[in-house]
């Protein structure tokens, strides 16, 4: 069976065909962070408009690439939430007239489990069980993950998440929106030694994060401090060193709870070099492996949409909806 991937949560638009025999055929994104930079972070409005414009494009793009057609889909898997409501309500609308149209159904895809599953598009791919660690740009959490739809909450940000921090940093730095791929480019020049940021909540005792008062620590540096570029680049390093250091530890801490031997990690900000090495170096002296998806698959995409929704498919053989369609701004993953 064929399943046409579509997300729109945030300011990413993704579509994506995935075939259950022989894999993803293919996959077409457009990101808006060009015009977003200028305001300094996503507008959600501008973002519903533009999710309009992209989409159909984006599925002609996808499939003239692969010389099919709208014929061979047989469901279409949609981001349902968790999002900005608008632009949920673009790709939601648009998915529901499209399986109306061809009369084929139509699978409400958790955000999140996309990225979850989305190791799962690589080769090596991990078994279940398996830990993930979730980092983007709107959450931080750890996971156990059971199978499909069997997910159980370890532990997750009080405050900011991962990725939160690391744009609200490079803000503060005078690096451009989304800053946490800039920042992390400038923490390469950083040298190591010259300022220490606060690791918070490291020896808490439970797989919880909390990353503001970590921003707030790097903003009184910065404050402090006569900016240079040297001096720029040194808080890059000291910051991005505190945040991966706690998000590794408490991935060591879930692994340990669960006595599981697979670390999964997805989420835009799993594309930080730092993280993968620090996690590399610690797990697999430990017999720990540790899946990364590809990069393109890191921040959002219409391909892990596909694939969550023919795992779907193919794991409970039901389609929910029915013509009329729902979003969830606010979504648990628990309660899938
Ligand atoms: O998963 P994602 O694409 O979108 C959300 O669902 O949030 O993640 C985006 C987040 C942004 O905060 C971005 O700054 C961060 O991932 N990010 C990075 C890197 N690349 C993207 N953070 C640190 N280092 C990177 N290399
Ligand atoms: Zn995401």
Redesign the pocket.
């Known amino acids: 069976m064929r399943v046409l991937g579509i997300e729109t ?2 300011d ?1 638009t993704g579509v994506a065909l995935y075939d259950t025999c022989q894999g993803l055929l293919g996959h077409t994104l457009y990101s808006q962070v060009d015009m977003h930079r200028e305001y300094g972070g996503v507008v959600p409005e501008l973002a519903s408009r533009d999710h309009i414009r992209r989409i159909l494009p984006l599925i002609r793009q996808l499939f003239g690439q692969l010389d099919t057609s709208l014929e061979s889909v047989d469901a279409i898997a949609c981001t349902q939430g968790p999002g900005l409501a608008g632009a949920l309500l673009t790709g939601a609308s648009f998915s529901s007239a499209l399986a109306f149209a061809r009369n084929i159904p139509i699978l409400n895809i958790h ?1 999140l489990e996309g ?1 979850l599953l989305s190791p799962l598009l690589s080769d090596p791919a991990p078994d279940f069980p398996f830990v993930a660690l979730l980092v ?4 931080t959490q750890l996971m156990l993950v059971d199978g499909i739809g069997q997910y159980r909450l370890l532990g997750e940000t009080v405050d900011d998440a991962a ?2 921090a ?2 609200k940093t490079a803000k503060l730095l005078g690096l451009d929106y ?4 800039l ?2 480019e400038l923490a390469t020049q950083g040298r190591a030694g010259r300022f220490k940021l606060p690791r918070p909540m490291l020896n808490s005792n439970d797989q919880n994060f909390s990353f503001s008062g970590l921003k707030t620590a790097a903003a009184l540096l910065i404050g402090k401090h006569e900016m240079n570029s040297q001096t720029r680049a040194d808080i890059a390093f000291a910051f991005e060193d505190a945040i991966t250091d706690v998000l590794v530890k408490k991935s060591i801490t879930a692994l340990n709870i669960t006595g599981l031997k697979q670390l999964v990690v997805a ?3 799993g ?3 730092r993280l993968r090495q620090k996690l590399l170096h610690h797990l697999s002296g430990a017999g720990i492996t540790v899946f990364f998806p590809a990069l393109e698959f ?3 995409n219409g391909a892990m949409i596909a694939l969550a929704g023919a795992l779907r498919l193919q794991q409970f053989d039901r389609c929910l909806g029915s013509g009329s369609f729902t979003i969830k701004a606010r979504w648990n993953l628990e309660d899938l």
């Open positions: 949560s945030c990413e955000h990225h983007s740009g709107g959450h990725g939160e690391f744009d989304p800053g946490g791929k920042l992390a989420g835009g900000v594309a930080n070099s890191c921040t959002d």
